[in-house]
């Protein structure tokens, strides 16, 4: 072999050997490079991925016993079951479930504090009671729907009431004022009259109660002549039974249940459109992942039987889980609907 040969040879050799062990050196760090960021990222993404851990709170505003405090153990009872960690209910009642509400809202953002709120807690509490120290929009995360429902309006049959109008013909020329019973000062079932004296001029007196039974037992007795409730199993018997007579309801279509009843718009009164309505949510900050995966499954919890039965029976109904952004505008739209209503009849219980 000639010396041009072996030089030639020589570099062909260097020409070949310099890529392969840069390649070598490039998958070495590629390697070490995905091995570091999987260091970094495990912590959160393996905590996020292995919830729950540990037992989960679920709290409740309302007393053992009661449609909430019911659902929200149905809702846990499928959770311990479909993620394999218990789910216990903290009832904790008062205040229109605001006092359970801010715990909540000051709880640590893990997943591992949940709360089943409504309206009242979400929606007006804040406004009546501003000690209450929190701001639903800023201070919780939304995880899905539970149940929403319209409300009715129903009177003593014995009145001649049969429709907003002649109500409202038989208030004013009534020698004392109707009586309206609510569920407690600012409640929506309260500021839902607010609205309608506010635009007929008309003025009844108000008789605030701390639940529905106490409500209707002093409608049976003649002392309580309107009320505003949802399409209850504490109301509808005695609308069957002729006891009393339902007047108006506040969805946007007349419902299923009672298809004759005119909804207030019908009347004239489309301000008065509102609805119950039930929600899960966490404290502000709760990670995504963990939300996504309870939305999941709480939309699996509100398929069963016994959840189905148990929204009929309070007059509501569940349409799915919907998603978070959904609930977050619903949160939104009611505690600045109802801030305003507050504040225009200056509304207040508390500091």
Not at 142 to 168: A, N
Not at 329 to 339: C, H, P, Q, V
Request: proline share 7%.
């Amino acid at each position: 072999m000639s010396r041009k040969e072996a030089d030639m040879k020589r570099m062909d050799v260097s020409d070949r050997a310099v890529p392969a062990a840069m390649r070598r050196r490039g998958v070495a760090l590629a390697v070490a490079g995905a091995l570091a960021c999987a260091h970094v990222m495990q912590p959160v993404s393996a905590a996020d991925q292995a919830y729950p851990e540990k037992p989960v709170r679920l709290v409740v505003g309302f007393a053992t016993g009661t449609p909430p405090e019911i659902m929200a153990r149905l809702i846990a009872n499928h959770f311990t079951k479909a993620m394999g960690q218990a789910f216990y209910v903290d009832a904790r009642p008062g205040a229109g479930s605001t006092i359970a509400t801010a715990a909540v809202a000051r709880s640590r953002p893990d997943g591992y504090t949940l709360m089943l709120g409504v309206a009242s807690g979400l929606g007006t509490g804040p406004h009546v009671i501003p000690s209450a120290g929190y701001d639903p929009r800023r201070d919780l995360d939304p995880i899905g729907f539970v149940q929403r429902g319209p409300y009715y309006i129903s009177v003593r049959s014995e009145l001649p009431i049969h429709d907003l109008k002649s109500m409202l013909a038989y208030q004013k020329s009534a020698a004392t004022p109707l009586v309206f019973g609510s569920l407690g000062i600012g409640s929506v079932h309260h500021l839902i009259w607010e609205l309608l004296m506010a635009k007929s001029g008309a003025q009844f007196t108000h008789l605030p109660f701390g639940g529905t039974p106490q409500m209707v037992n002093e409608a049976l007795a003649g002392r309580v002549d309107l009320m505003l409730e949802t399409a209850s199993s504490l109301t509808v018997p005695y609308v069957k039974a002729g006891k009393f007579r339902y007047i108006a309801m506040t969805g946007e279509a007349r419902g299923a249940k009672f298809p004759d009843v005119p909804t207030a718009r019908e009347q004239g009164f489309p301000e008065l459109e509102s609805q119950s309505w039930w929600v899960l949510v966490a404290p502000k900050g709760t990670p995504e992942t963990i939300v996504g995966k309870l939305n999941a499954e709480l939309a699996k919890a509100l398929q069963s039987p016994d959840a189905q039965q148990l929204l009929d029976s309070v007059g509501g109904a569940s349409s799915g889980a919907g998603t978070p952004r959904e609930v977050r505008a619903l949160i939104r739209t009611e505690y600045e609907r109802w801030g305003d209503v507050i504040t225009k009849a200056n509304i207040k219980v508390g500091g």
